[in-house]
């Protein structure tokens, strides 16, 4: 009764830009796992990138390099996931605060809305760090596996499992990516939820600014351009 209550100070504008970004956050992390084939997105090219990686570790000797560059991805994954929780307590501690909060949003929109108004707002926020949480730890883990697989590698190269092991690694550190891309999205659109606060037009206009910035990440980076060129 009390969360029916809560509701009804949404506006239909709410429900509109809620559903934009939800919808919008699906959208952009289909295509970006699924691009034709004319039109690869940068986390496909790397994907490739790191098969090649495999290959070519078979034959290094010793393989300290595929080592320490594997560490460096984990460090990277354990950062996102620490600085995940961080943000996860500070949106619970606004929670906590909502009333304070109300003045600040009240600032921003020039719109008196109610504390319990701004919680469900929050709640949107915290949905979203928590997953990006939960995709960095899995993402993290995979890593993990990843380094065993790499370990498994027969060190002679002409071994007939050498090659299998590589690509099962190579085929395990492409789904950590994935799932550490699909942290990332989340730290973005928990910023574009943030807007929020502020009305339905902010949170539009923010999502669209963060469909754009992936989309050209992904898409029309002059890194990819770099990477498509070799």
């Known amino acids: 009764m009390e969360l029916m209550t809560r509701l009804a100070f949404f506006q239909p504008l709410d429900f509109v830009a809620l559903a934009i970004l939800v919808v919008g956050w ?51 994954t354990a950062f996102f996931a620490s600085t995940s929780v961080i943000a996860i307590g500070g949106a619970l501690a606004l929670i906590g605060n909502s009333d304070r909060l109300a003045g600040v949003a009240r600032d921003m929109a020039f719109v008196d809305q109610p504390a319990s108004l701004l919680e469900l707002k929050l709640l949107l926020v915290l949905l979203c760090l928590t997953n990006s949480f939960l995709k960095f730890a899995w993402s993290n883990r995979l890593f993990g596996y990843c380094g065993v697989l790499m370990g498994a590698v027969p060190n002679d190269p002409a071994h007939p499992m050498a090659l299998p092991r590589a690509m099962q690694a190579a085929d395990i550190q492409i789904t950590a990516a994935r799932s550490f891309h699909r942290g990332l999205r989340s730290i973005y659109f928990s910023l574009s939820a943030i807007a929020w606060l502020a009305g339905p037009i902010p949170l539009i206009l923010a999502t669209e600014v963060t469909l754009s910035v992936i989309w050209r990440r992904e898409f029309a980076s002059h890194s990819r351009k770099i990477l498509l060129a070799t």
């Open 26 to 76: 699906f959208a952009i992390g289909w295509r970006v796992e699924h691009p034709s084939a004319s039109a690869p997105s940068m986390s496909m090219i790397m994907a490739d990138y790191r098969r090649e990686w495999m290959r070519q570790m078979v034959a290094r000797d010793p393989r300290i390099f595929d080592a320490q560059v594997l560490g460096a991805m984990r460090q990277g």
